[in-house]
């Protein structure tokens, strides 16, 4: 009878100890891009609200990236190559930047990065360096490979998408004015977050 119940109670641990493994993989895996291993829309979404949540305790910033001219990557040296931009950028991102920093896939090869503690200067002279570190660091079959920035800083009271969208028409700005730039996002909301053009490309 003690050996049943000692045999009992332990394959009972093993199953519990086993599903809860399992479910703590499937909570990774439904967090994170399988490409890049950075966060996804859904974690960003989640890490967003909790961001604007603390605002009134902490300064918090965010950086919408986007690889230039990614397009022309994928049609002229294919997928493979494309992906591996992508992969090679995250690495750099997450290499260069603070540990406190989170980097989320937010689609195709726009990404953002999400700075708690830090406000707007710091944040600008973090991403000029990492703009430099891609630069010169990061290539494709065809050359270099350089990226744009917009940069938004989180206001007591403003819902994370409206932060976002705020990033994401500075993004549009670095954009339209040349590429490979950083612009930071002006005091007046411009445009929805999901509006894209085709000139950001």
């Known amino acids: 009878f003690v050996v049943t119940t000692v045999l009992v109670v332990l394959y009972t641990c093993l199953f519990a100890w086993r599903t809860s493994s399992q479910q703590a993989r499937l909570q990774i895996l439904a967090s994170r891009d399988p490409l890049t291993n950075t966060g996804n829309r859904r974690l960003l979404e989640?890490?967003?609200?909790?961001?604007?949540?603390?605002?009134?305790?902490?300064?918090?910033?965010?950086?919408?990236?986007?690889?230039d001219h990614f397009k022309q990557v994928n049609d002229r040296h294919g997928h493979e190559a494309g992906d591996r931009v992508l992969v090679d950028f995250s690495a750099l991102v997450l290499q260069t930047m603070r540990r406190q920093?989170?980097?989320?896939?937010?689609?195709?090869?726009?990404?953002?990065?999400?700075?708690?503690?830090?406000?707007?200067?710091?944040?600008?002279?973090?991403?000029?360096?990492?703009?430099?570190a891609v630069r010169a660091q990061l290539?494709?079959?065809?050359?270099?490979?350089?990226?744009?920035?917009?940069?938004?800083?989180?206001?007591?009271?403003?819902?994370?998408?409206?932060?976002?969208?705020?990033?994401?028409?500075?993004?549009?700005?670095?954009?339209?004015?040349?590429?490979d730039r950083i612009v930071v996002a002006s005091d007046e909301f411009s445009g929805a977050l999901d509006r894209r053009r085709h000139d950001r490309a």
């Open 46 to 67: 989640v890490e967003l609200d909790e961001a604007s949540a603390e605002r009134a305790r902490q300064e918090c910033t965010l950086a919408m990236l986007d690889l």
């Open 139 to 179: 290539r494709c079959p065809g050359g270099p490979v350089s990226v744009s920035i917009g940069i938004a800083e989180a206001r007591a009271g403003e819902d994370w998408s409206r932060w976002l969208a705020r990033a994401d028409a500075a993004l549009y700005a670095a954009k339209r004015d040349g590429r």
């Open 101 to 132: 920093d989170r980097l989320y896939r937010f689609g195709g090869e726009e990404f953002v990065l999400l700075m708690p503690g830090t406000h707007l200067v710091a944040a600008q002279a973090l991403l000029a360096k990492l703009q430099s």
